[in-house]
């Protein structure tokens, strides 16, 4: 079963940058991104940016121009850059890639979540 480690949450500053990273363990043929999604606490899961079909990313209003979705087909990895944060951002950060592993079908993964917190 092929998961996804998401990595580079963390506390900052208001005004700061994260960059959080998604990639798959184990042999994998190729990614698709997906989408980014966050979670703040009392409030339902909410989209951050959503990869269609191949098109560019659509960003939640609240997030754009100041987030950016990349992707390093090399890395099998798939990036959040996060600039500007503000408190609101505060939320666990999910990933979600499709995956194509070593002979196996294509799959959807969620990653487990990266806290990040961002202080006034």
């Known amino acids: 079963q092929v998961q996804l480690v998401e990595s580079g949450g963390d506390l900052v500053q208001a005004g700061g940058s994260l960059r959080l990273s998604c990639a798959p363990s184990?042999?994998?043929?190729?990614?698709?991104?997906l989408g980014w999604y966050r979670q703040a606490p009392g409030k339902l899961r909410e989209n951050v940016a959503i990869?269609?079909?191949?098109?560019?990313?659509d960003y939640a209003d609240s997030v754009k121009g100041r987030f950016t979705v990349s992707t390093d087909n090399a890395k099998n990895t798939m990036y959040l850059q996060m600039n500007s944060l503000t408190p609101e951002d505060t939320a666990i950060y999910y990933c979600?890639?499709?995956?194509?592993?070593?002979?196996?079908?294509?799959?959807?993964?969620w990653g487990q979540g990266t806290q990040v917190t961002v202080s006034s």
């Open positions: 979600n890639l499709g995956v194509v592993r070593v002979g196996r079908p294509y799959s959807t993964v």
């Open positions: 184990g042999r994998i043929w190729s990614i698709k991104p």
């Open positions: 990869m269609t079909n191949g098109a560019s990313p």
